[in-house]
């Protein structure tokens, strides 16, 4: 009785240790089907898991700083596409392209980032219908 006992708390255990690592990656606040360009200076790169963060200061239409919040990938995805902790660093004059956030705030997912014209790691793969680099997709693919 005292193994059957153990047993189901330790499935419950798991259960609920589990459920935070499924919950943290949805991308449904991202409109998949819209890309956007910043053009602006990074203010800050957060290195961090799960998710590696860019703060991106853009000028908007009236000529004031925003700042924009822009999620990437974890830190061990990235590496293997040529990221590293270093690859962005304040000040950097830098074109992001993202997918914007559905509600409008400013924020979006990346897709890539160029920095002096030179890009930054390898592209995200195709989301959304959408190309790595802000193109549609080849024909047949």
């Known amino acids: 009785m005292k193994?059957?006992?153990?047993?189901?708390?330790?499935?419950?255990?798991?259960?609920?240790?589990?459920?935070?690592?499924?919950?943290?990656?949805?991308?449904?606040?991202?409109?998949?089907k819209k890309t956007i360009?910043?053009?602006?200076?990074?203010?800050?790169?957060?290195?961090?898991?799960?998710?590696?963060?860019?703060?991106?200061?853009?000028?908007?239409?009236?000529g004031n700083d925003v700042e924009w919040s822009v999620e990437g990938g974890g830190p061990n995805g990235l590496s293997r596409l040529?990221?590293?902790?270093?690859?962005?660093?304040p000040g950097d004059k830098a074109q992001v392209l993202i997918h914007p956030l559905k509600d409008g705030t400013n924020g979006g997912q990346l897709i890539n980032v160029t920095v002096n014209g030179v890009r930054v790691g390898r592209p995200f793969g195709d989301r959304g219908g959408v190309?790595?680099?802000?193109?549609?997709?080849?024909?047949?693919?």
């Open 3 to 32: 193994i059957k006992r153990f047993a189901l708390v330790l499935s419950v255990v798991a259960m609920v240790v589990a459920a935070p690592a499924f919950a943290h990656h949805s991308f449904a606040m991202f409109d998949t």
């Open 37 to 62: 360009t910043l053009d602006g200076t990074v203010k800050e790169f957060q290195w961090t898991n799960p998710h590696a963060w860019i703060q991106v200061t853009v000028k908007d239409a009236a």
């Open 82 to 89: 040529g990221w590293t902790r270093n690859s962005l660093k």
């Open 131 to 141: 190309g790595a680099d802000g193109s549609a997709p080849a024909p047949g693919n």
